[in-house]
């Protein structure tokens, strides 16, 4: 055999037992309530409290954990928002998921569980279990996939507008109740020499944000849920362009239109905090960042309100874009009864507070886990609203599938970029979801 | 004799025959032959396999969560075809390409040769560590230096503009599809340009003096002395300048999810990043190793075609 012919003979051995493997097929685990946790070794745990001001969080309560028992090693690993979704990816296609880690709900956590990367939690933390007694059932729910439970959720969220009072005063301004009033608002704070909304684009997701509150008011529930499935979406309602529409004119008349693709998350964040923007879109776990003892915005002059809908939006205009996020314990976990534990230790009422109060300000879902006398006043507030809320409309870039996201994540950035329609971005999004479709 | 038995350790085919010269001879080289092998090994193992494995990969479909793999020929490299955004960024790293080496080869050259030239030896090392210094500096850290810099209104761009009376030049530098990829490209010019001007310098230090020298004499100015004696004998640092230029053109990945994240609208993508999003944040590792394999491809021919070059037109003393 020639050495040439030799070589493609290999490769093509190569790729046909790639082709023709079983594949990595697990097995699906299903968590023992009845199995001995064996308090030694050590226990990897991804979070996404890599910020500094969230990171002490669970090195305390890791170290707590470790002194009650000193056999046990809490490794941890602590991501940001951003980074934690590569690093995740990556670990996954390694085989080197830590034994708990953080999962948002929705096509994000759906991924864990259809690799069989997950642990079947119904039997520990169902409805019925003594752990499920303690935490907000509609929390644990919003991690069912297929009837069964996978998500251990730490804390609850949904998007608010966030604004400062000083600002708003000193345009002569209320609080918007419709959309419209939102708009003639901006007009009103850019005449008083101030930057309306705070808008940071660089990672495509925080405009994402408004667009999925926006396409909750704009798209029937029972349409949106259907698009969610990739298998069924159609994305053909005219309440899409509807919501991209509004943000456009939101964009143009309230933010620094194209600029804010160059601007990250965190700088918009800032601009709040430092006194320079009147409103900044930021979830209820970010109310304790933009206003502290240390930002120029006092906490007594923070003020926030739910994005208001516009009129005669078609679809539920008391949703709120929001979801619980929470922890997923790894299938190949060697010691998945200790993982338990330790997550039951950190879901704890007396942990829960210590999360729900600043200067974290992570509203637990642990029934009992709040106690407002401790708690930011507007973060308790804010839970009341989520409370009231009809329905809780998932992140757009997380209930999607991964090329869906990408592109509504583009497309929008083109949008605000004034490169892109809305016709065009819905457009962008059907393409995406039909190959996809092809592919599964 | 004593060489021959230390030589004949365990292992070896000759152990226990009769010790001649010849005999030691070819146990010497089969001694050799065994460490050669392991380099060989080692280095197939860890260079050339993961490239073929690669290839291999970018004929698959697979889902990481399921670690399922499907075999899919080359439908990974047809949908290259039509994917728009597999363009832009070849486009992009081309464009990188063309302007790197403007800067850092040719702008480079120059300048090293004026530095080189000056008469004063204080002066000398003076502007080689001035631009020198940018080159010292992380490539991230630099992204986010540069980030802050091109920063709308507060940034330190927009506000030198404002301060000369040019402010209605502003522009959403990171932010805008039509700017953005030459924002980054600007910083990596300035990040990149001492490095390379510092070894343009090397080259020119080791030309001889007296060919110099013998010019002056012949009355050749500054402008014929650059370009019959400087950039002949220093072609073969500018063929390697060239090749590290188009290859980092065709790698670069750092600077770009620092600055922009291949955005706007995936207006400042180039391969590297979008390989990263495919295999990572959309979870298709096979369609992101054919667009790897389309950077090695790209690459090679680079390299390949430039030491031919500077093979060719080699220039010996």
């Not at chain 1, 990408?406 to 490169?419: E, F, H, R």
Request: net charge neutral; proline share 5%.
């Amino acid at each position: 055999m020639k050495r040439s012919s030799l070589v493609v003979a290999l490769a093509t051995a190569s790729v046909l037992a790639l082709s023709t493997a079983p594949g990595l097929a697990r097995d699906a685990v299903v968590a023992d309530p009845d199995a001995k946790v064996d308090y030694n070794g050590t226990l990897s745990v991804l979070t996404k409290f890599g910020l500094q001001q969230l990171s002490p969080y669970f090195v305390n309560v890791a170290k707590a954990y470790e002194a009650l028992h000193p056999g046990v090693k809490i490794e941890l690993i602590q991501e940001s928002d951003d980074s934690i979704k590569g690093k995740t990816k990556t670990l996954v296609a390694s085989n080197s998921l830590p034994d708990v880690y953080f999962s948002w709900t929705g096509s994000w956590g759906e991924n864990f569980v259809r690799g069989h990367r997950a642990v079947d939690l119904s039997k520990v933390i169902g409805p019925d279990t003594p752990w499920g007694k303690t935490i907000s059932p509609a929390a644990v729910k919003a991690f069912e996939y297929n009837g069964k439970l996978y998500g251990i959720p730490l804390y609850l969220d949904a998007k608010f507008m966030g604004y400062s009072k000083p600002l708003f005063d000193k345009a002569g301004i209320a609080v918007p109740k419709t959309f419209e009033e939102l708009l003639a608002s901006c007009d009103a704070l850019k005449k008083s020499g101030t930057t309306a909304i705070a808008l940071g684009n660089k990672e495509a997701w925080p405009a994402l944000h408004y667009i999925g509150q926006l396409v909750a008011y704009n798209v029937p529930t029972a349409t949106l849920e259907r698009d969610f499935d990739p298998a069924k979406a159609t994305f053909d309602d005219p309440g899409y362009v509807a919501a991209l529409d509004q943000f456009k004119q939101l964009a143009d008349r309230c933010t620094d239109g194209a600029a804010v693709n160059g601007t990250s998350y965190a700088s918009a964040l800032q601009s709040l905090s430092n006194g320079d923007s009147a409103m900044y879109y930021q979830e209820i776990i970010e109310f304790d960042q933009s206003a502290a003892a240390d930002t120029k915005l006092k906490r007594d002059e923070f003020g926030f309100f739910r994005l208001p809908p516009p009129a005669g939006a078609k679809g539920d205009v008391k949703a709120i874009e929001g979801a619980p996020e929470g922890y997923m314990i790894s299938a190949a976990s060697r010691n998945i009864p200790l993982a338990i534990d330790f997550m039951k230790f950190v879901t704890s009422p007396a942990n829960a507070k210590v999360l729900s109060a600043p200067p974290y300000g992570q509203p637990s879902a642990t029934i009992g886990g709040a106690s407002p006398s401790d708690m930011n006043p507007a973060v308790v507030e804010g839970l009341k609203d989520i409370a009231e809320a009809d329905y809780l409309m998932p992140w757009l870039d997380t209930a999607n599938t991964p090329r869906v996201a990408a592109a509504w994540l583009s497309s929008i950035q083109a949008l605000l970029g004034g490169t892109m329609t809305a016709d065009q971005v819905m457009a962008s999004v059907k393409k995406a979801s039909a190959a996809d479709a092809k592919r599964k | 004799m004593a060489r021959t038995e230390n030589l004949t350790g365990i292992g070896s085919p000759f152990a226990g025959s009769r010790p001649t010269k010849a005999h030691a001879v070819a146990v010497h080289r089969w001694f050799s032959a065994r460490w050669v092998l392991i380099a060989v090994v080692l280095v197939a193992w860890f260079v050339y396999c993961p490239i073929v494995d690669n290839f291999i990969v970018s004929t698959t479909y697979e889902d990481i969560y399921s670690g399922e793999t499907e075999f899919v020929g080359l439908d990974n490299y047809a949908r290259l075809l039509d994917d728009p955004v597999v363009w832009t960024a070849l486009g992009n790293n081309v464009l990188y390409a063309v302007i790197s080496i403007l800067f850092q080869v040719f702008a480079a050259f120059v300048l090293a040769a004026i530095v080189e030239g000056l008469e004063s030896d204080r002066l000398r090392r003076f502007w080689r560590a001035v631009y020198f210094i940018p080159s010292a500096i992380s490539i991230t850290v630099t992204g986010l230096l540069f980030y802050f810099v091109y920063q709308p209104r507060t940034g330190l761009l927009d506000a030198f503009l404002s301060a000369v009376g040019l402010g209605n030049l502003s522009l959403p530098w990171l932010g805008s599809e039509q700017t953005a990829i030459y924002a980054v490209i600007a910083m990596s010019q300035w990040q990149g340009f001492g490095y390379s001007a510092l070894l343009f310098g090397l080259a020119i230090q080791k030309i001889p003096r007296e060919l110099y020298d013998a010019a002056i004499m012949d009355g050749a100015g500054p402008l014929r002395r650059l370009f019959a004696i400087t950039f002949p004998m220093t072609r073969e640092m500018t063929g390697l300048m060239v090749i590290v230029t188009i290859t980092g053109a065709f790698q670069v990945f750092n600077e770009i999810m620092v600055m922009t994240a291949g955005g706007p609208n995936n207006a400042s993508q180039v391969l590297g990043t979008w390989l990263y999003q495919q295999g990572f944040i959309q979870n298709d590792f096979g369609y992101g190793a054919a667009i790897a394999a389309v950077i090695f491809v790209v690459t090679l021919a680079a390299g390949l075609a430039q030491l031919w070059y500077t093979r060719r037109r080699r220039v010996e003393l």
